[in-house]
């Protein structure tokens, strides 16, 4: 039985997956650095101490030399704008630079508000799409936290293909209603450009193809408020539905509604073995104690629970049957959680490729065997009456906060 999709998957991808913001930075510059007209950007955070400097550096480089670079960041993620003398050195070369729904007077008081921009997405000239969950943010430093002994844990995609022209067009037209302006193609880059931009395109597919296997199937699935409200979780919901011998889920913010809750539940029932690999570390109160709750059911089916403790666990990863006859494979930046479900705009890769698929899951296996402790029933169970109490006050609070915005989970 073959598996059924929310929209065509394309199989004229070539796909690199890159762990960690080492890697992702290292790639995007170098393709930033070869930009010949226009650079598409959309982040949570944007952080230029350590290693995030390099990618404003690049913005910098990339705009003296004449391409169109739009930077839109999210209004919460980037609170208090850059430090001096980053916006004045940005504004100077020519980035563009958008904020999306910023708190104003009253923050985050009105529901409204918390519908934010965490999607992470990169095209450069049209031909080259980055997506996953990585931020502009040094692996070793948190905002909150200050430094860290172990990089943080994450992933995201580097992507040549025709899911890229989508990405691009769900870009720019965010880019152009952030300025208020209804038709976002009118706003294109100019036929003065379009010889460039092929250009550009032969070039980067013709250095990638030595590299890449081509062929890989893959779609770019969208959430968001109008048109992609359901797209994400329909996603998860038809992978873990068809699958037959194995699902992995990394996922930083896990607190799964109804309808995926019952399907690891059911996955796991019909003899899919079903590991989770979760954040272990404290980092926000609501996040860290709202999940709990919903692990006793799962752990009740059989599901494995894995906490990841030697740094913040932030992918937004999962595997399906990476070894079997229809493998699949997702990375992007949405959590499997209400903010990410039913009010942010979220951005996730769905690949079919078993060699992808397997090499995302040995990935995942290694983590979970050599930084992971397993959460068995026993232990659950036993948590301190503290703890319990602090996850029941947090889960009963964020189903107030939905409440609120009239939504159902």
Known sequence: MRRRQAAPVCSDHRIDLLQGAGEFFDALIRDMDAALS?????????????A??????AFIRAAQRGVRVHVAVDGVGCMGGLPSPWPERL???????????????????WPKRWRRLHRKLCVIDGCVLYCGGINVLDDFHDPNHGALQAPRFDFAVRVVGSLVAEASDTMEQLWWRMRAVRDARRHRLGDALADLRAASAARV????????????????????NVRHRSRIEQAYLRAIGTARHEIIIAN????????????LVL???RGVRVRLLLQGRYEYFMQYHAARPVYGVLLEAGVE?????????HAKVAVVDAEGEHPWATVGSSNLDPLSMLLAREANVVVEDA?????????LVHAMAHAGEQLGPACYAGRPLRQRLLDRVAFALMRAALWVTGHRY
């Open 91 to 109: 504004a100077e070369a020519g980035v563009q630079w958008q904020v999306y729904s910023a708190p104003g007077r009253f923050g985050l008081l």
């Open 38 to 50: 226009d650079i598409q950007f959309e982040t949570y955070i944007f952080d230029c101490t350590g």
């Open 205 to 224: 597919a013709a250095a990638h193809e030595a590299r890449q296997p081509q062929g890989m199937r893959a779609m770019l699935v969208l959430r968001d």
């Open 305 to 313: 629970i894995h906490e990841y403790s030697p740094s913040f666990l």
């Open 267 to 269: 996955a796991a029932r």
């Open 52 to 57: 995030g400097s390099r990618v404003a550096e």
């Open 355 to 363: 060699a992808f698929a397997q090499d995302l899951r040995g990935r």
């Open 252 to 263: 930083a913010y896990f607190m799964p509604g109804a309808k995926l809750r019952r399907a």
